[in-house]
Every structure is written in structure tokens, then in C-alpha cells.
């Protein structure tokens, strides 16, 4: 029961990142000086767009959010599976 939770709250940390990191992010729940007081992690999110600005690849913001996003969901997976005994006989 205890590591199910754990795995629940792992899996919605690192979508609450993703939704960060995405241009979806919408709230501003800390100061303009940054998470932390990291400037670089602004209040507004949308990291990925300004990672990208100026690349020849700006243009495919939201499709390489996307793929990373299905990719990184999918390792996640992939390590539970590993780290979790199968049952079936």
C-alpha cells in the first residue's frame, strides 16, 4: 500500500513538472524572483519555449513537449515494472 502511494505521488510530481516545463502552465504561485529564488524558474512556466527560443526548432514547441513528455512517462513505466514483482503465475 505504501509504495503504491509512493509510486502515485512520484508519477504526479513528475507530471506536475512536465505541466511546468509546458506553455499550459498558467499559474503564478510564487514571486517574480523565481522558485526559490532561482531566476530561471519563473513564476509563469512555459521553460520549454524559452529553451528553445531563437533554435530552428522553436516552431515545434509543443511536439517536442509532447514526445518528451510520452518518453519520459514511459521510462517511468518501464522502471516500475522493473522494480515491482510479478505476480502471475
Given at each position: 500500500?505504501?509504495?503504491?502511494?509512493?509510486?502515485?505521488?512520484?508519477?504526479?510530481?513528475?507530471?506536475?513538472?512536465?505541466?511546468?516545463?509546458?506553455?499550459?502552465?498558467?499559474?503564478?504561485?510564487?514571486?517574480?524572483?523565481?522558485?526559490?529564488?532561482?531566476?530561471?524558474?519563473?513564476?509563469?512556466?512555459?521553460l520549454?519555449?524559452?529553451?528553445?527560443?531563437?533554435?530552428p526548432f522553436?516552431?515545434?514547441?509543443?511536439?517536442?513537449?509532447?514526445?518528451?513528455?510520452?518518453?519520459?512517462?514511459?521510462?517511468?513505466?518501464?522502471?516500475?515494472?522493473?522494480?515491482?514483482?510479478?505476480?502471475?503465475?
Open positions: 500500500m505504501i509504495r503504491r502511494l509512493c509510486s502515485l505521488l512520484l508519477v504526479a510530481a513528475i507530471a506536475l513538472i512536465l505541466f511546468y516545463i509546458s506553455r499550459f502552465w498558467d499559474f503564478r504561485l510564487w514571486g517574480r524572483d523565481g522558485l526559490f529564488g532561482i531566476q530561471a524558474l519563473r513564476p509563469q512556466g512555459g520549454l519555449a524559452i529553451w528553445l527560443r531563437g533554435t522553436a516552431p515545434y514547441e509543443l511536439l517536442i513537449w509532447t514526445t518528451g513528455s510520452f518518453l519520459i512517462l514511459t521510462w517511468v513505466q518501464k522502471f516500475f515494472d522493473l522494480i515491482t514483482p510479478n505476480n502471475s503465475h
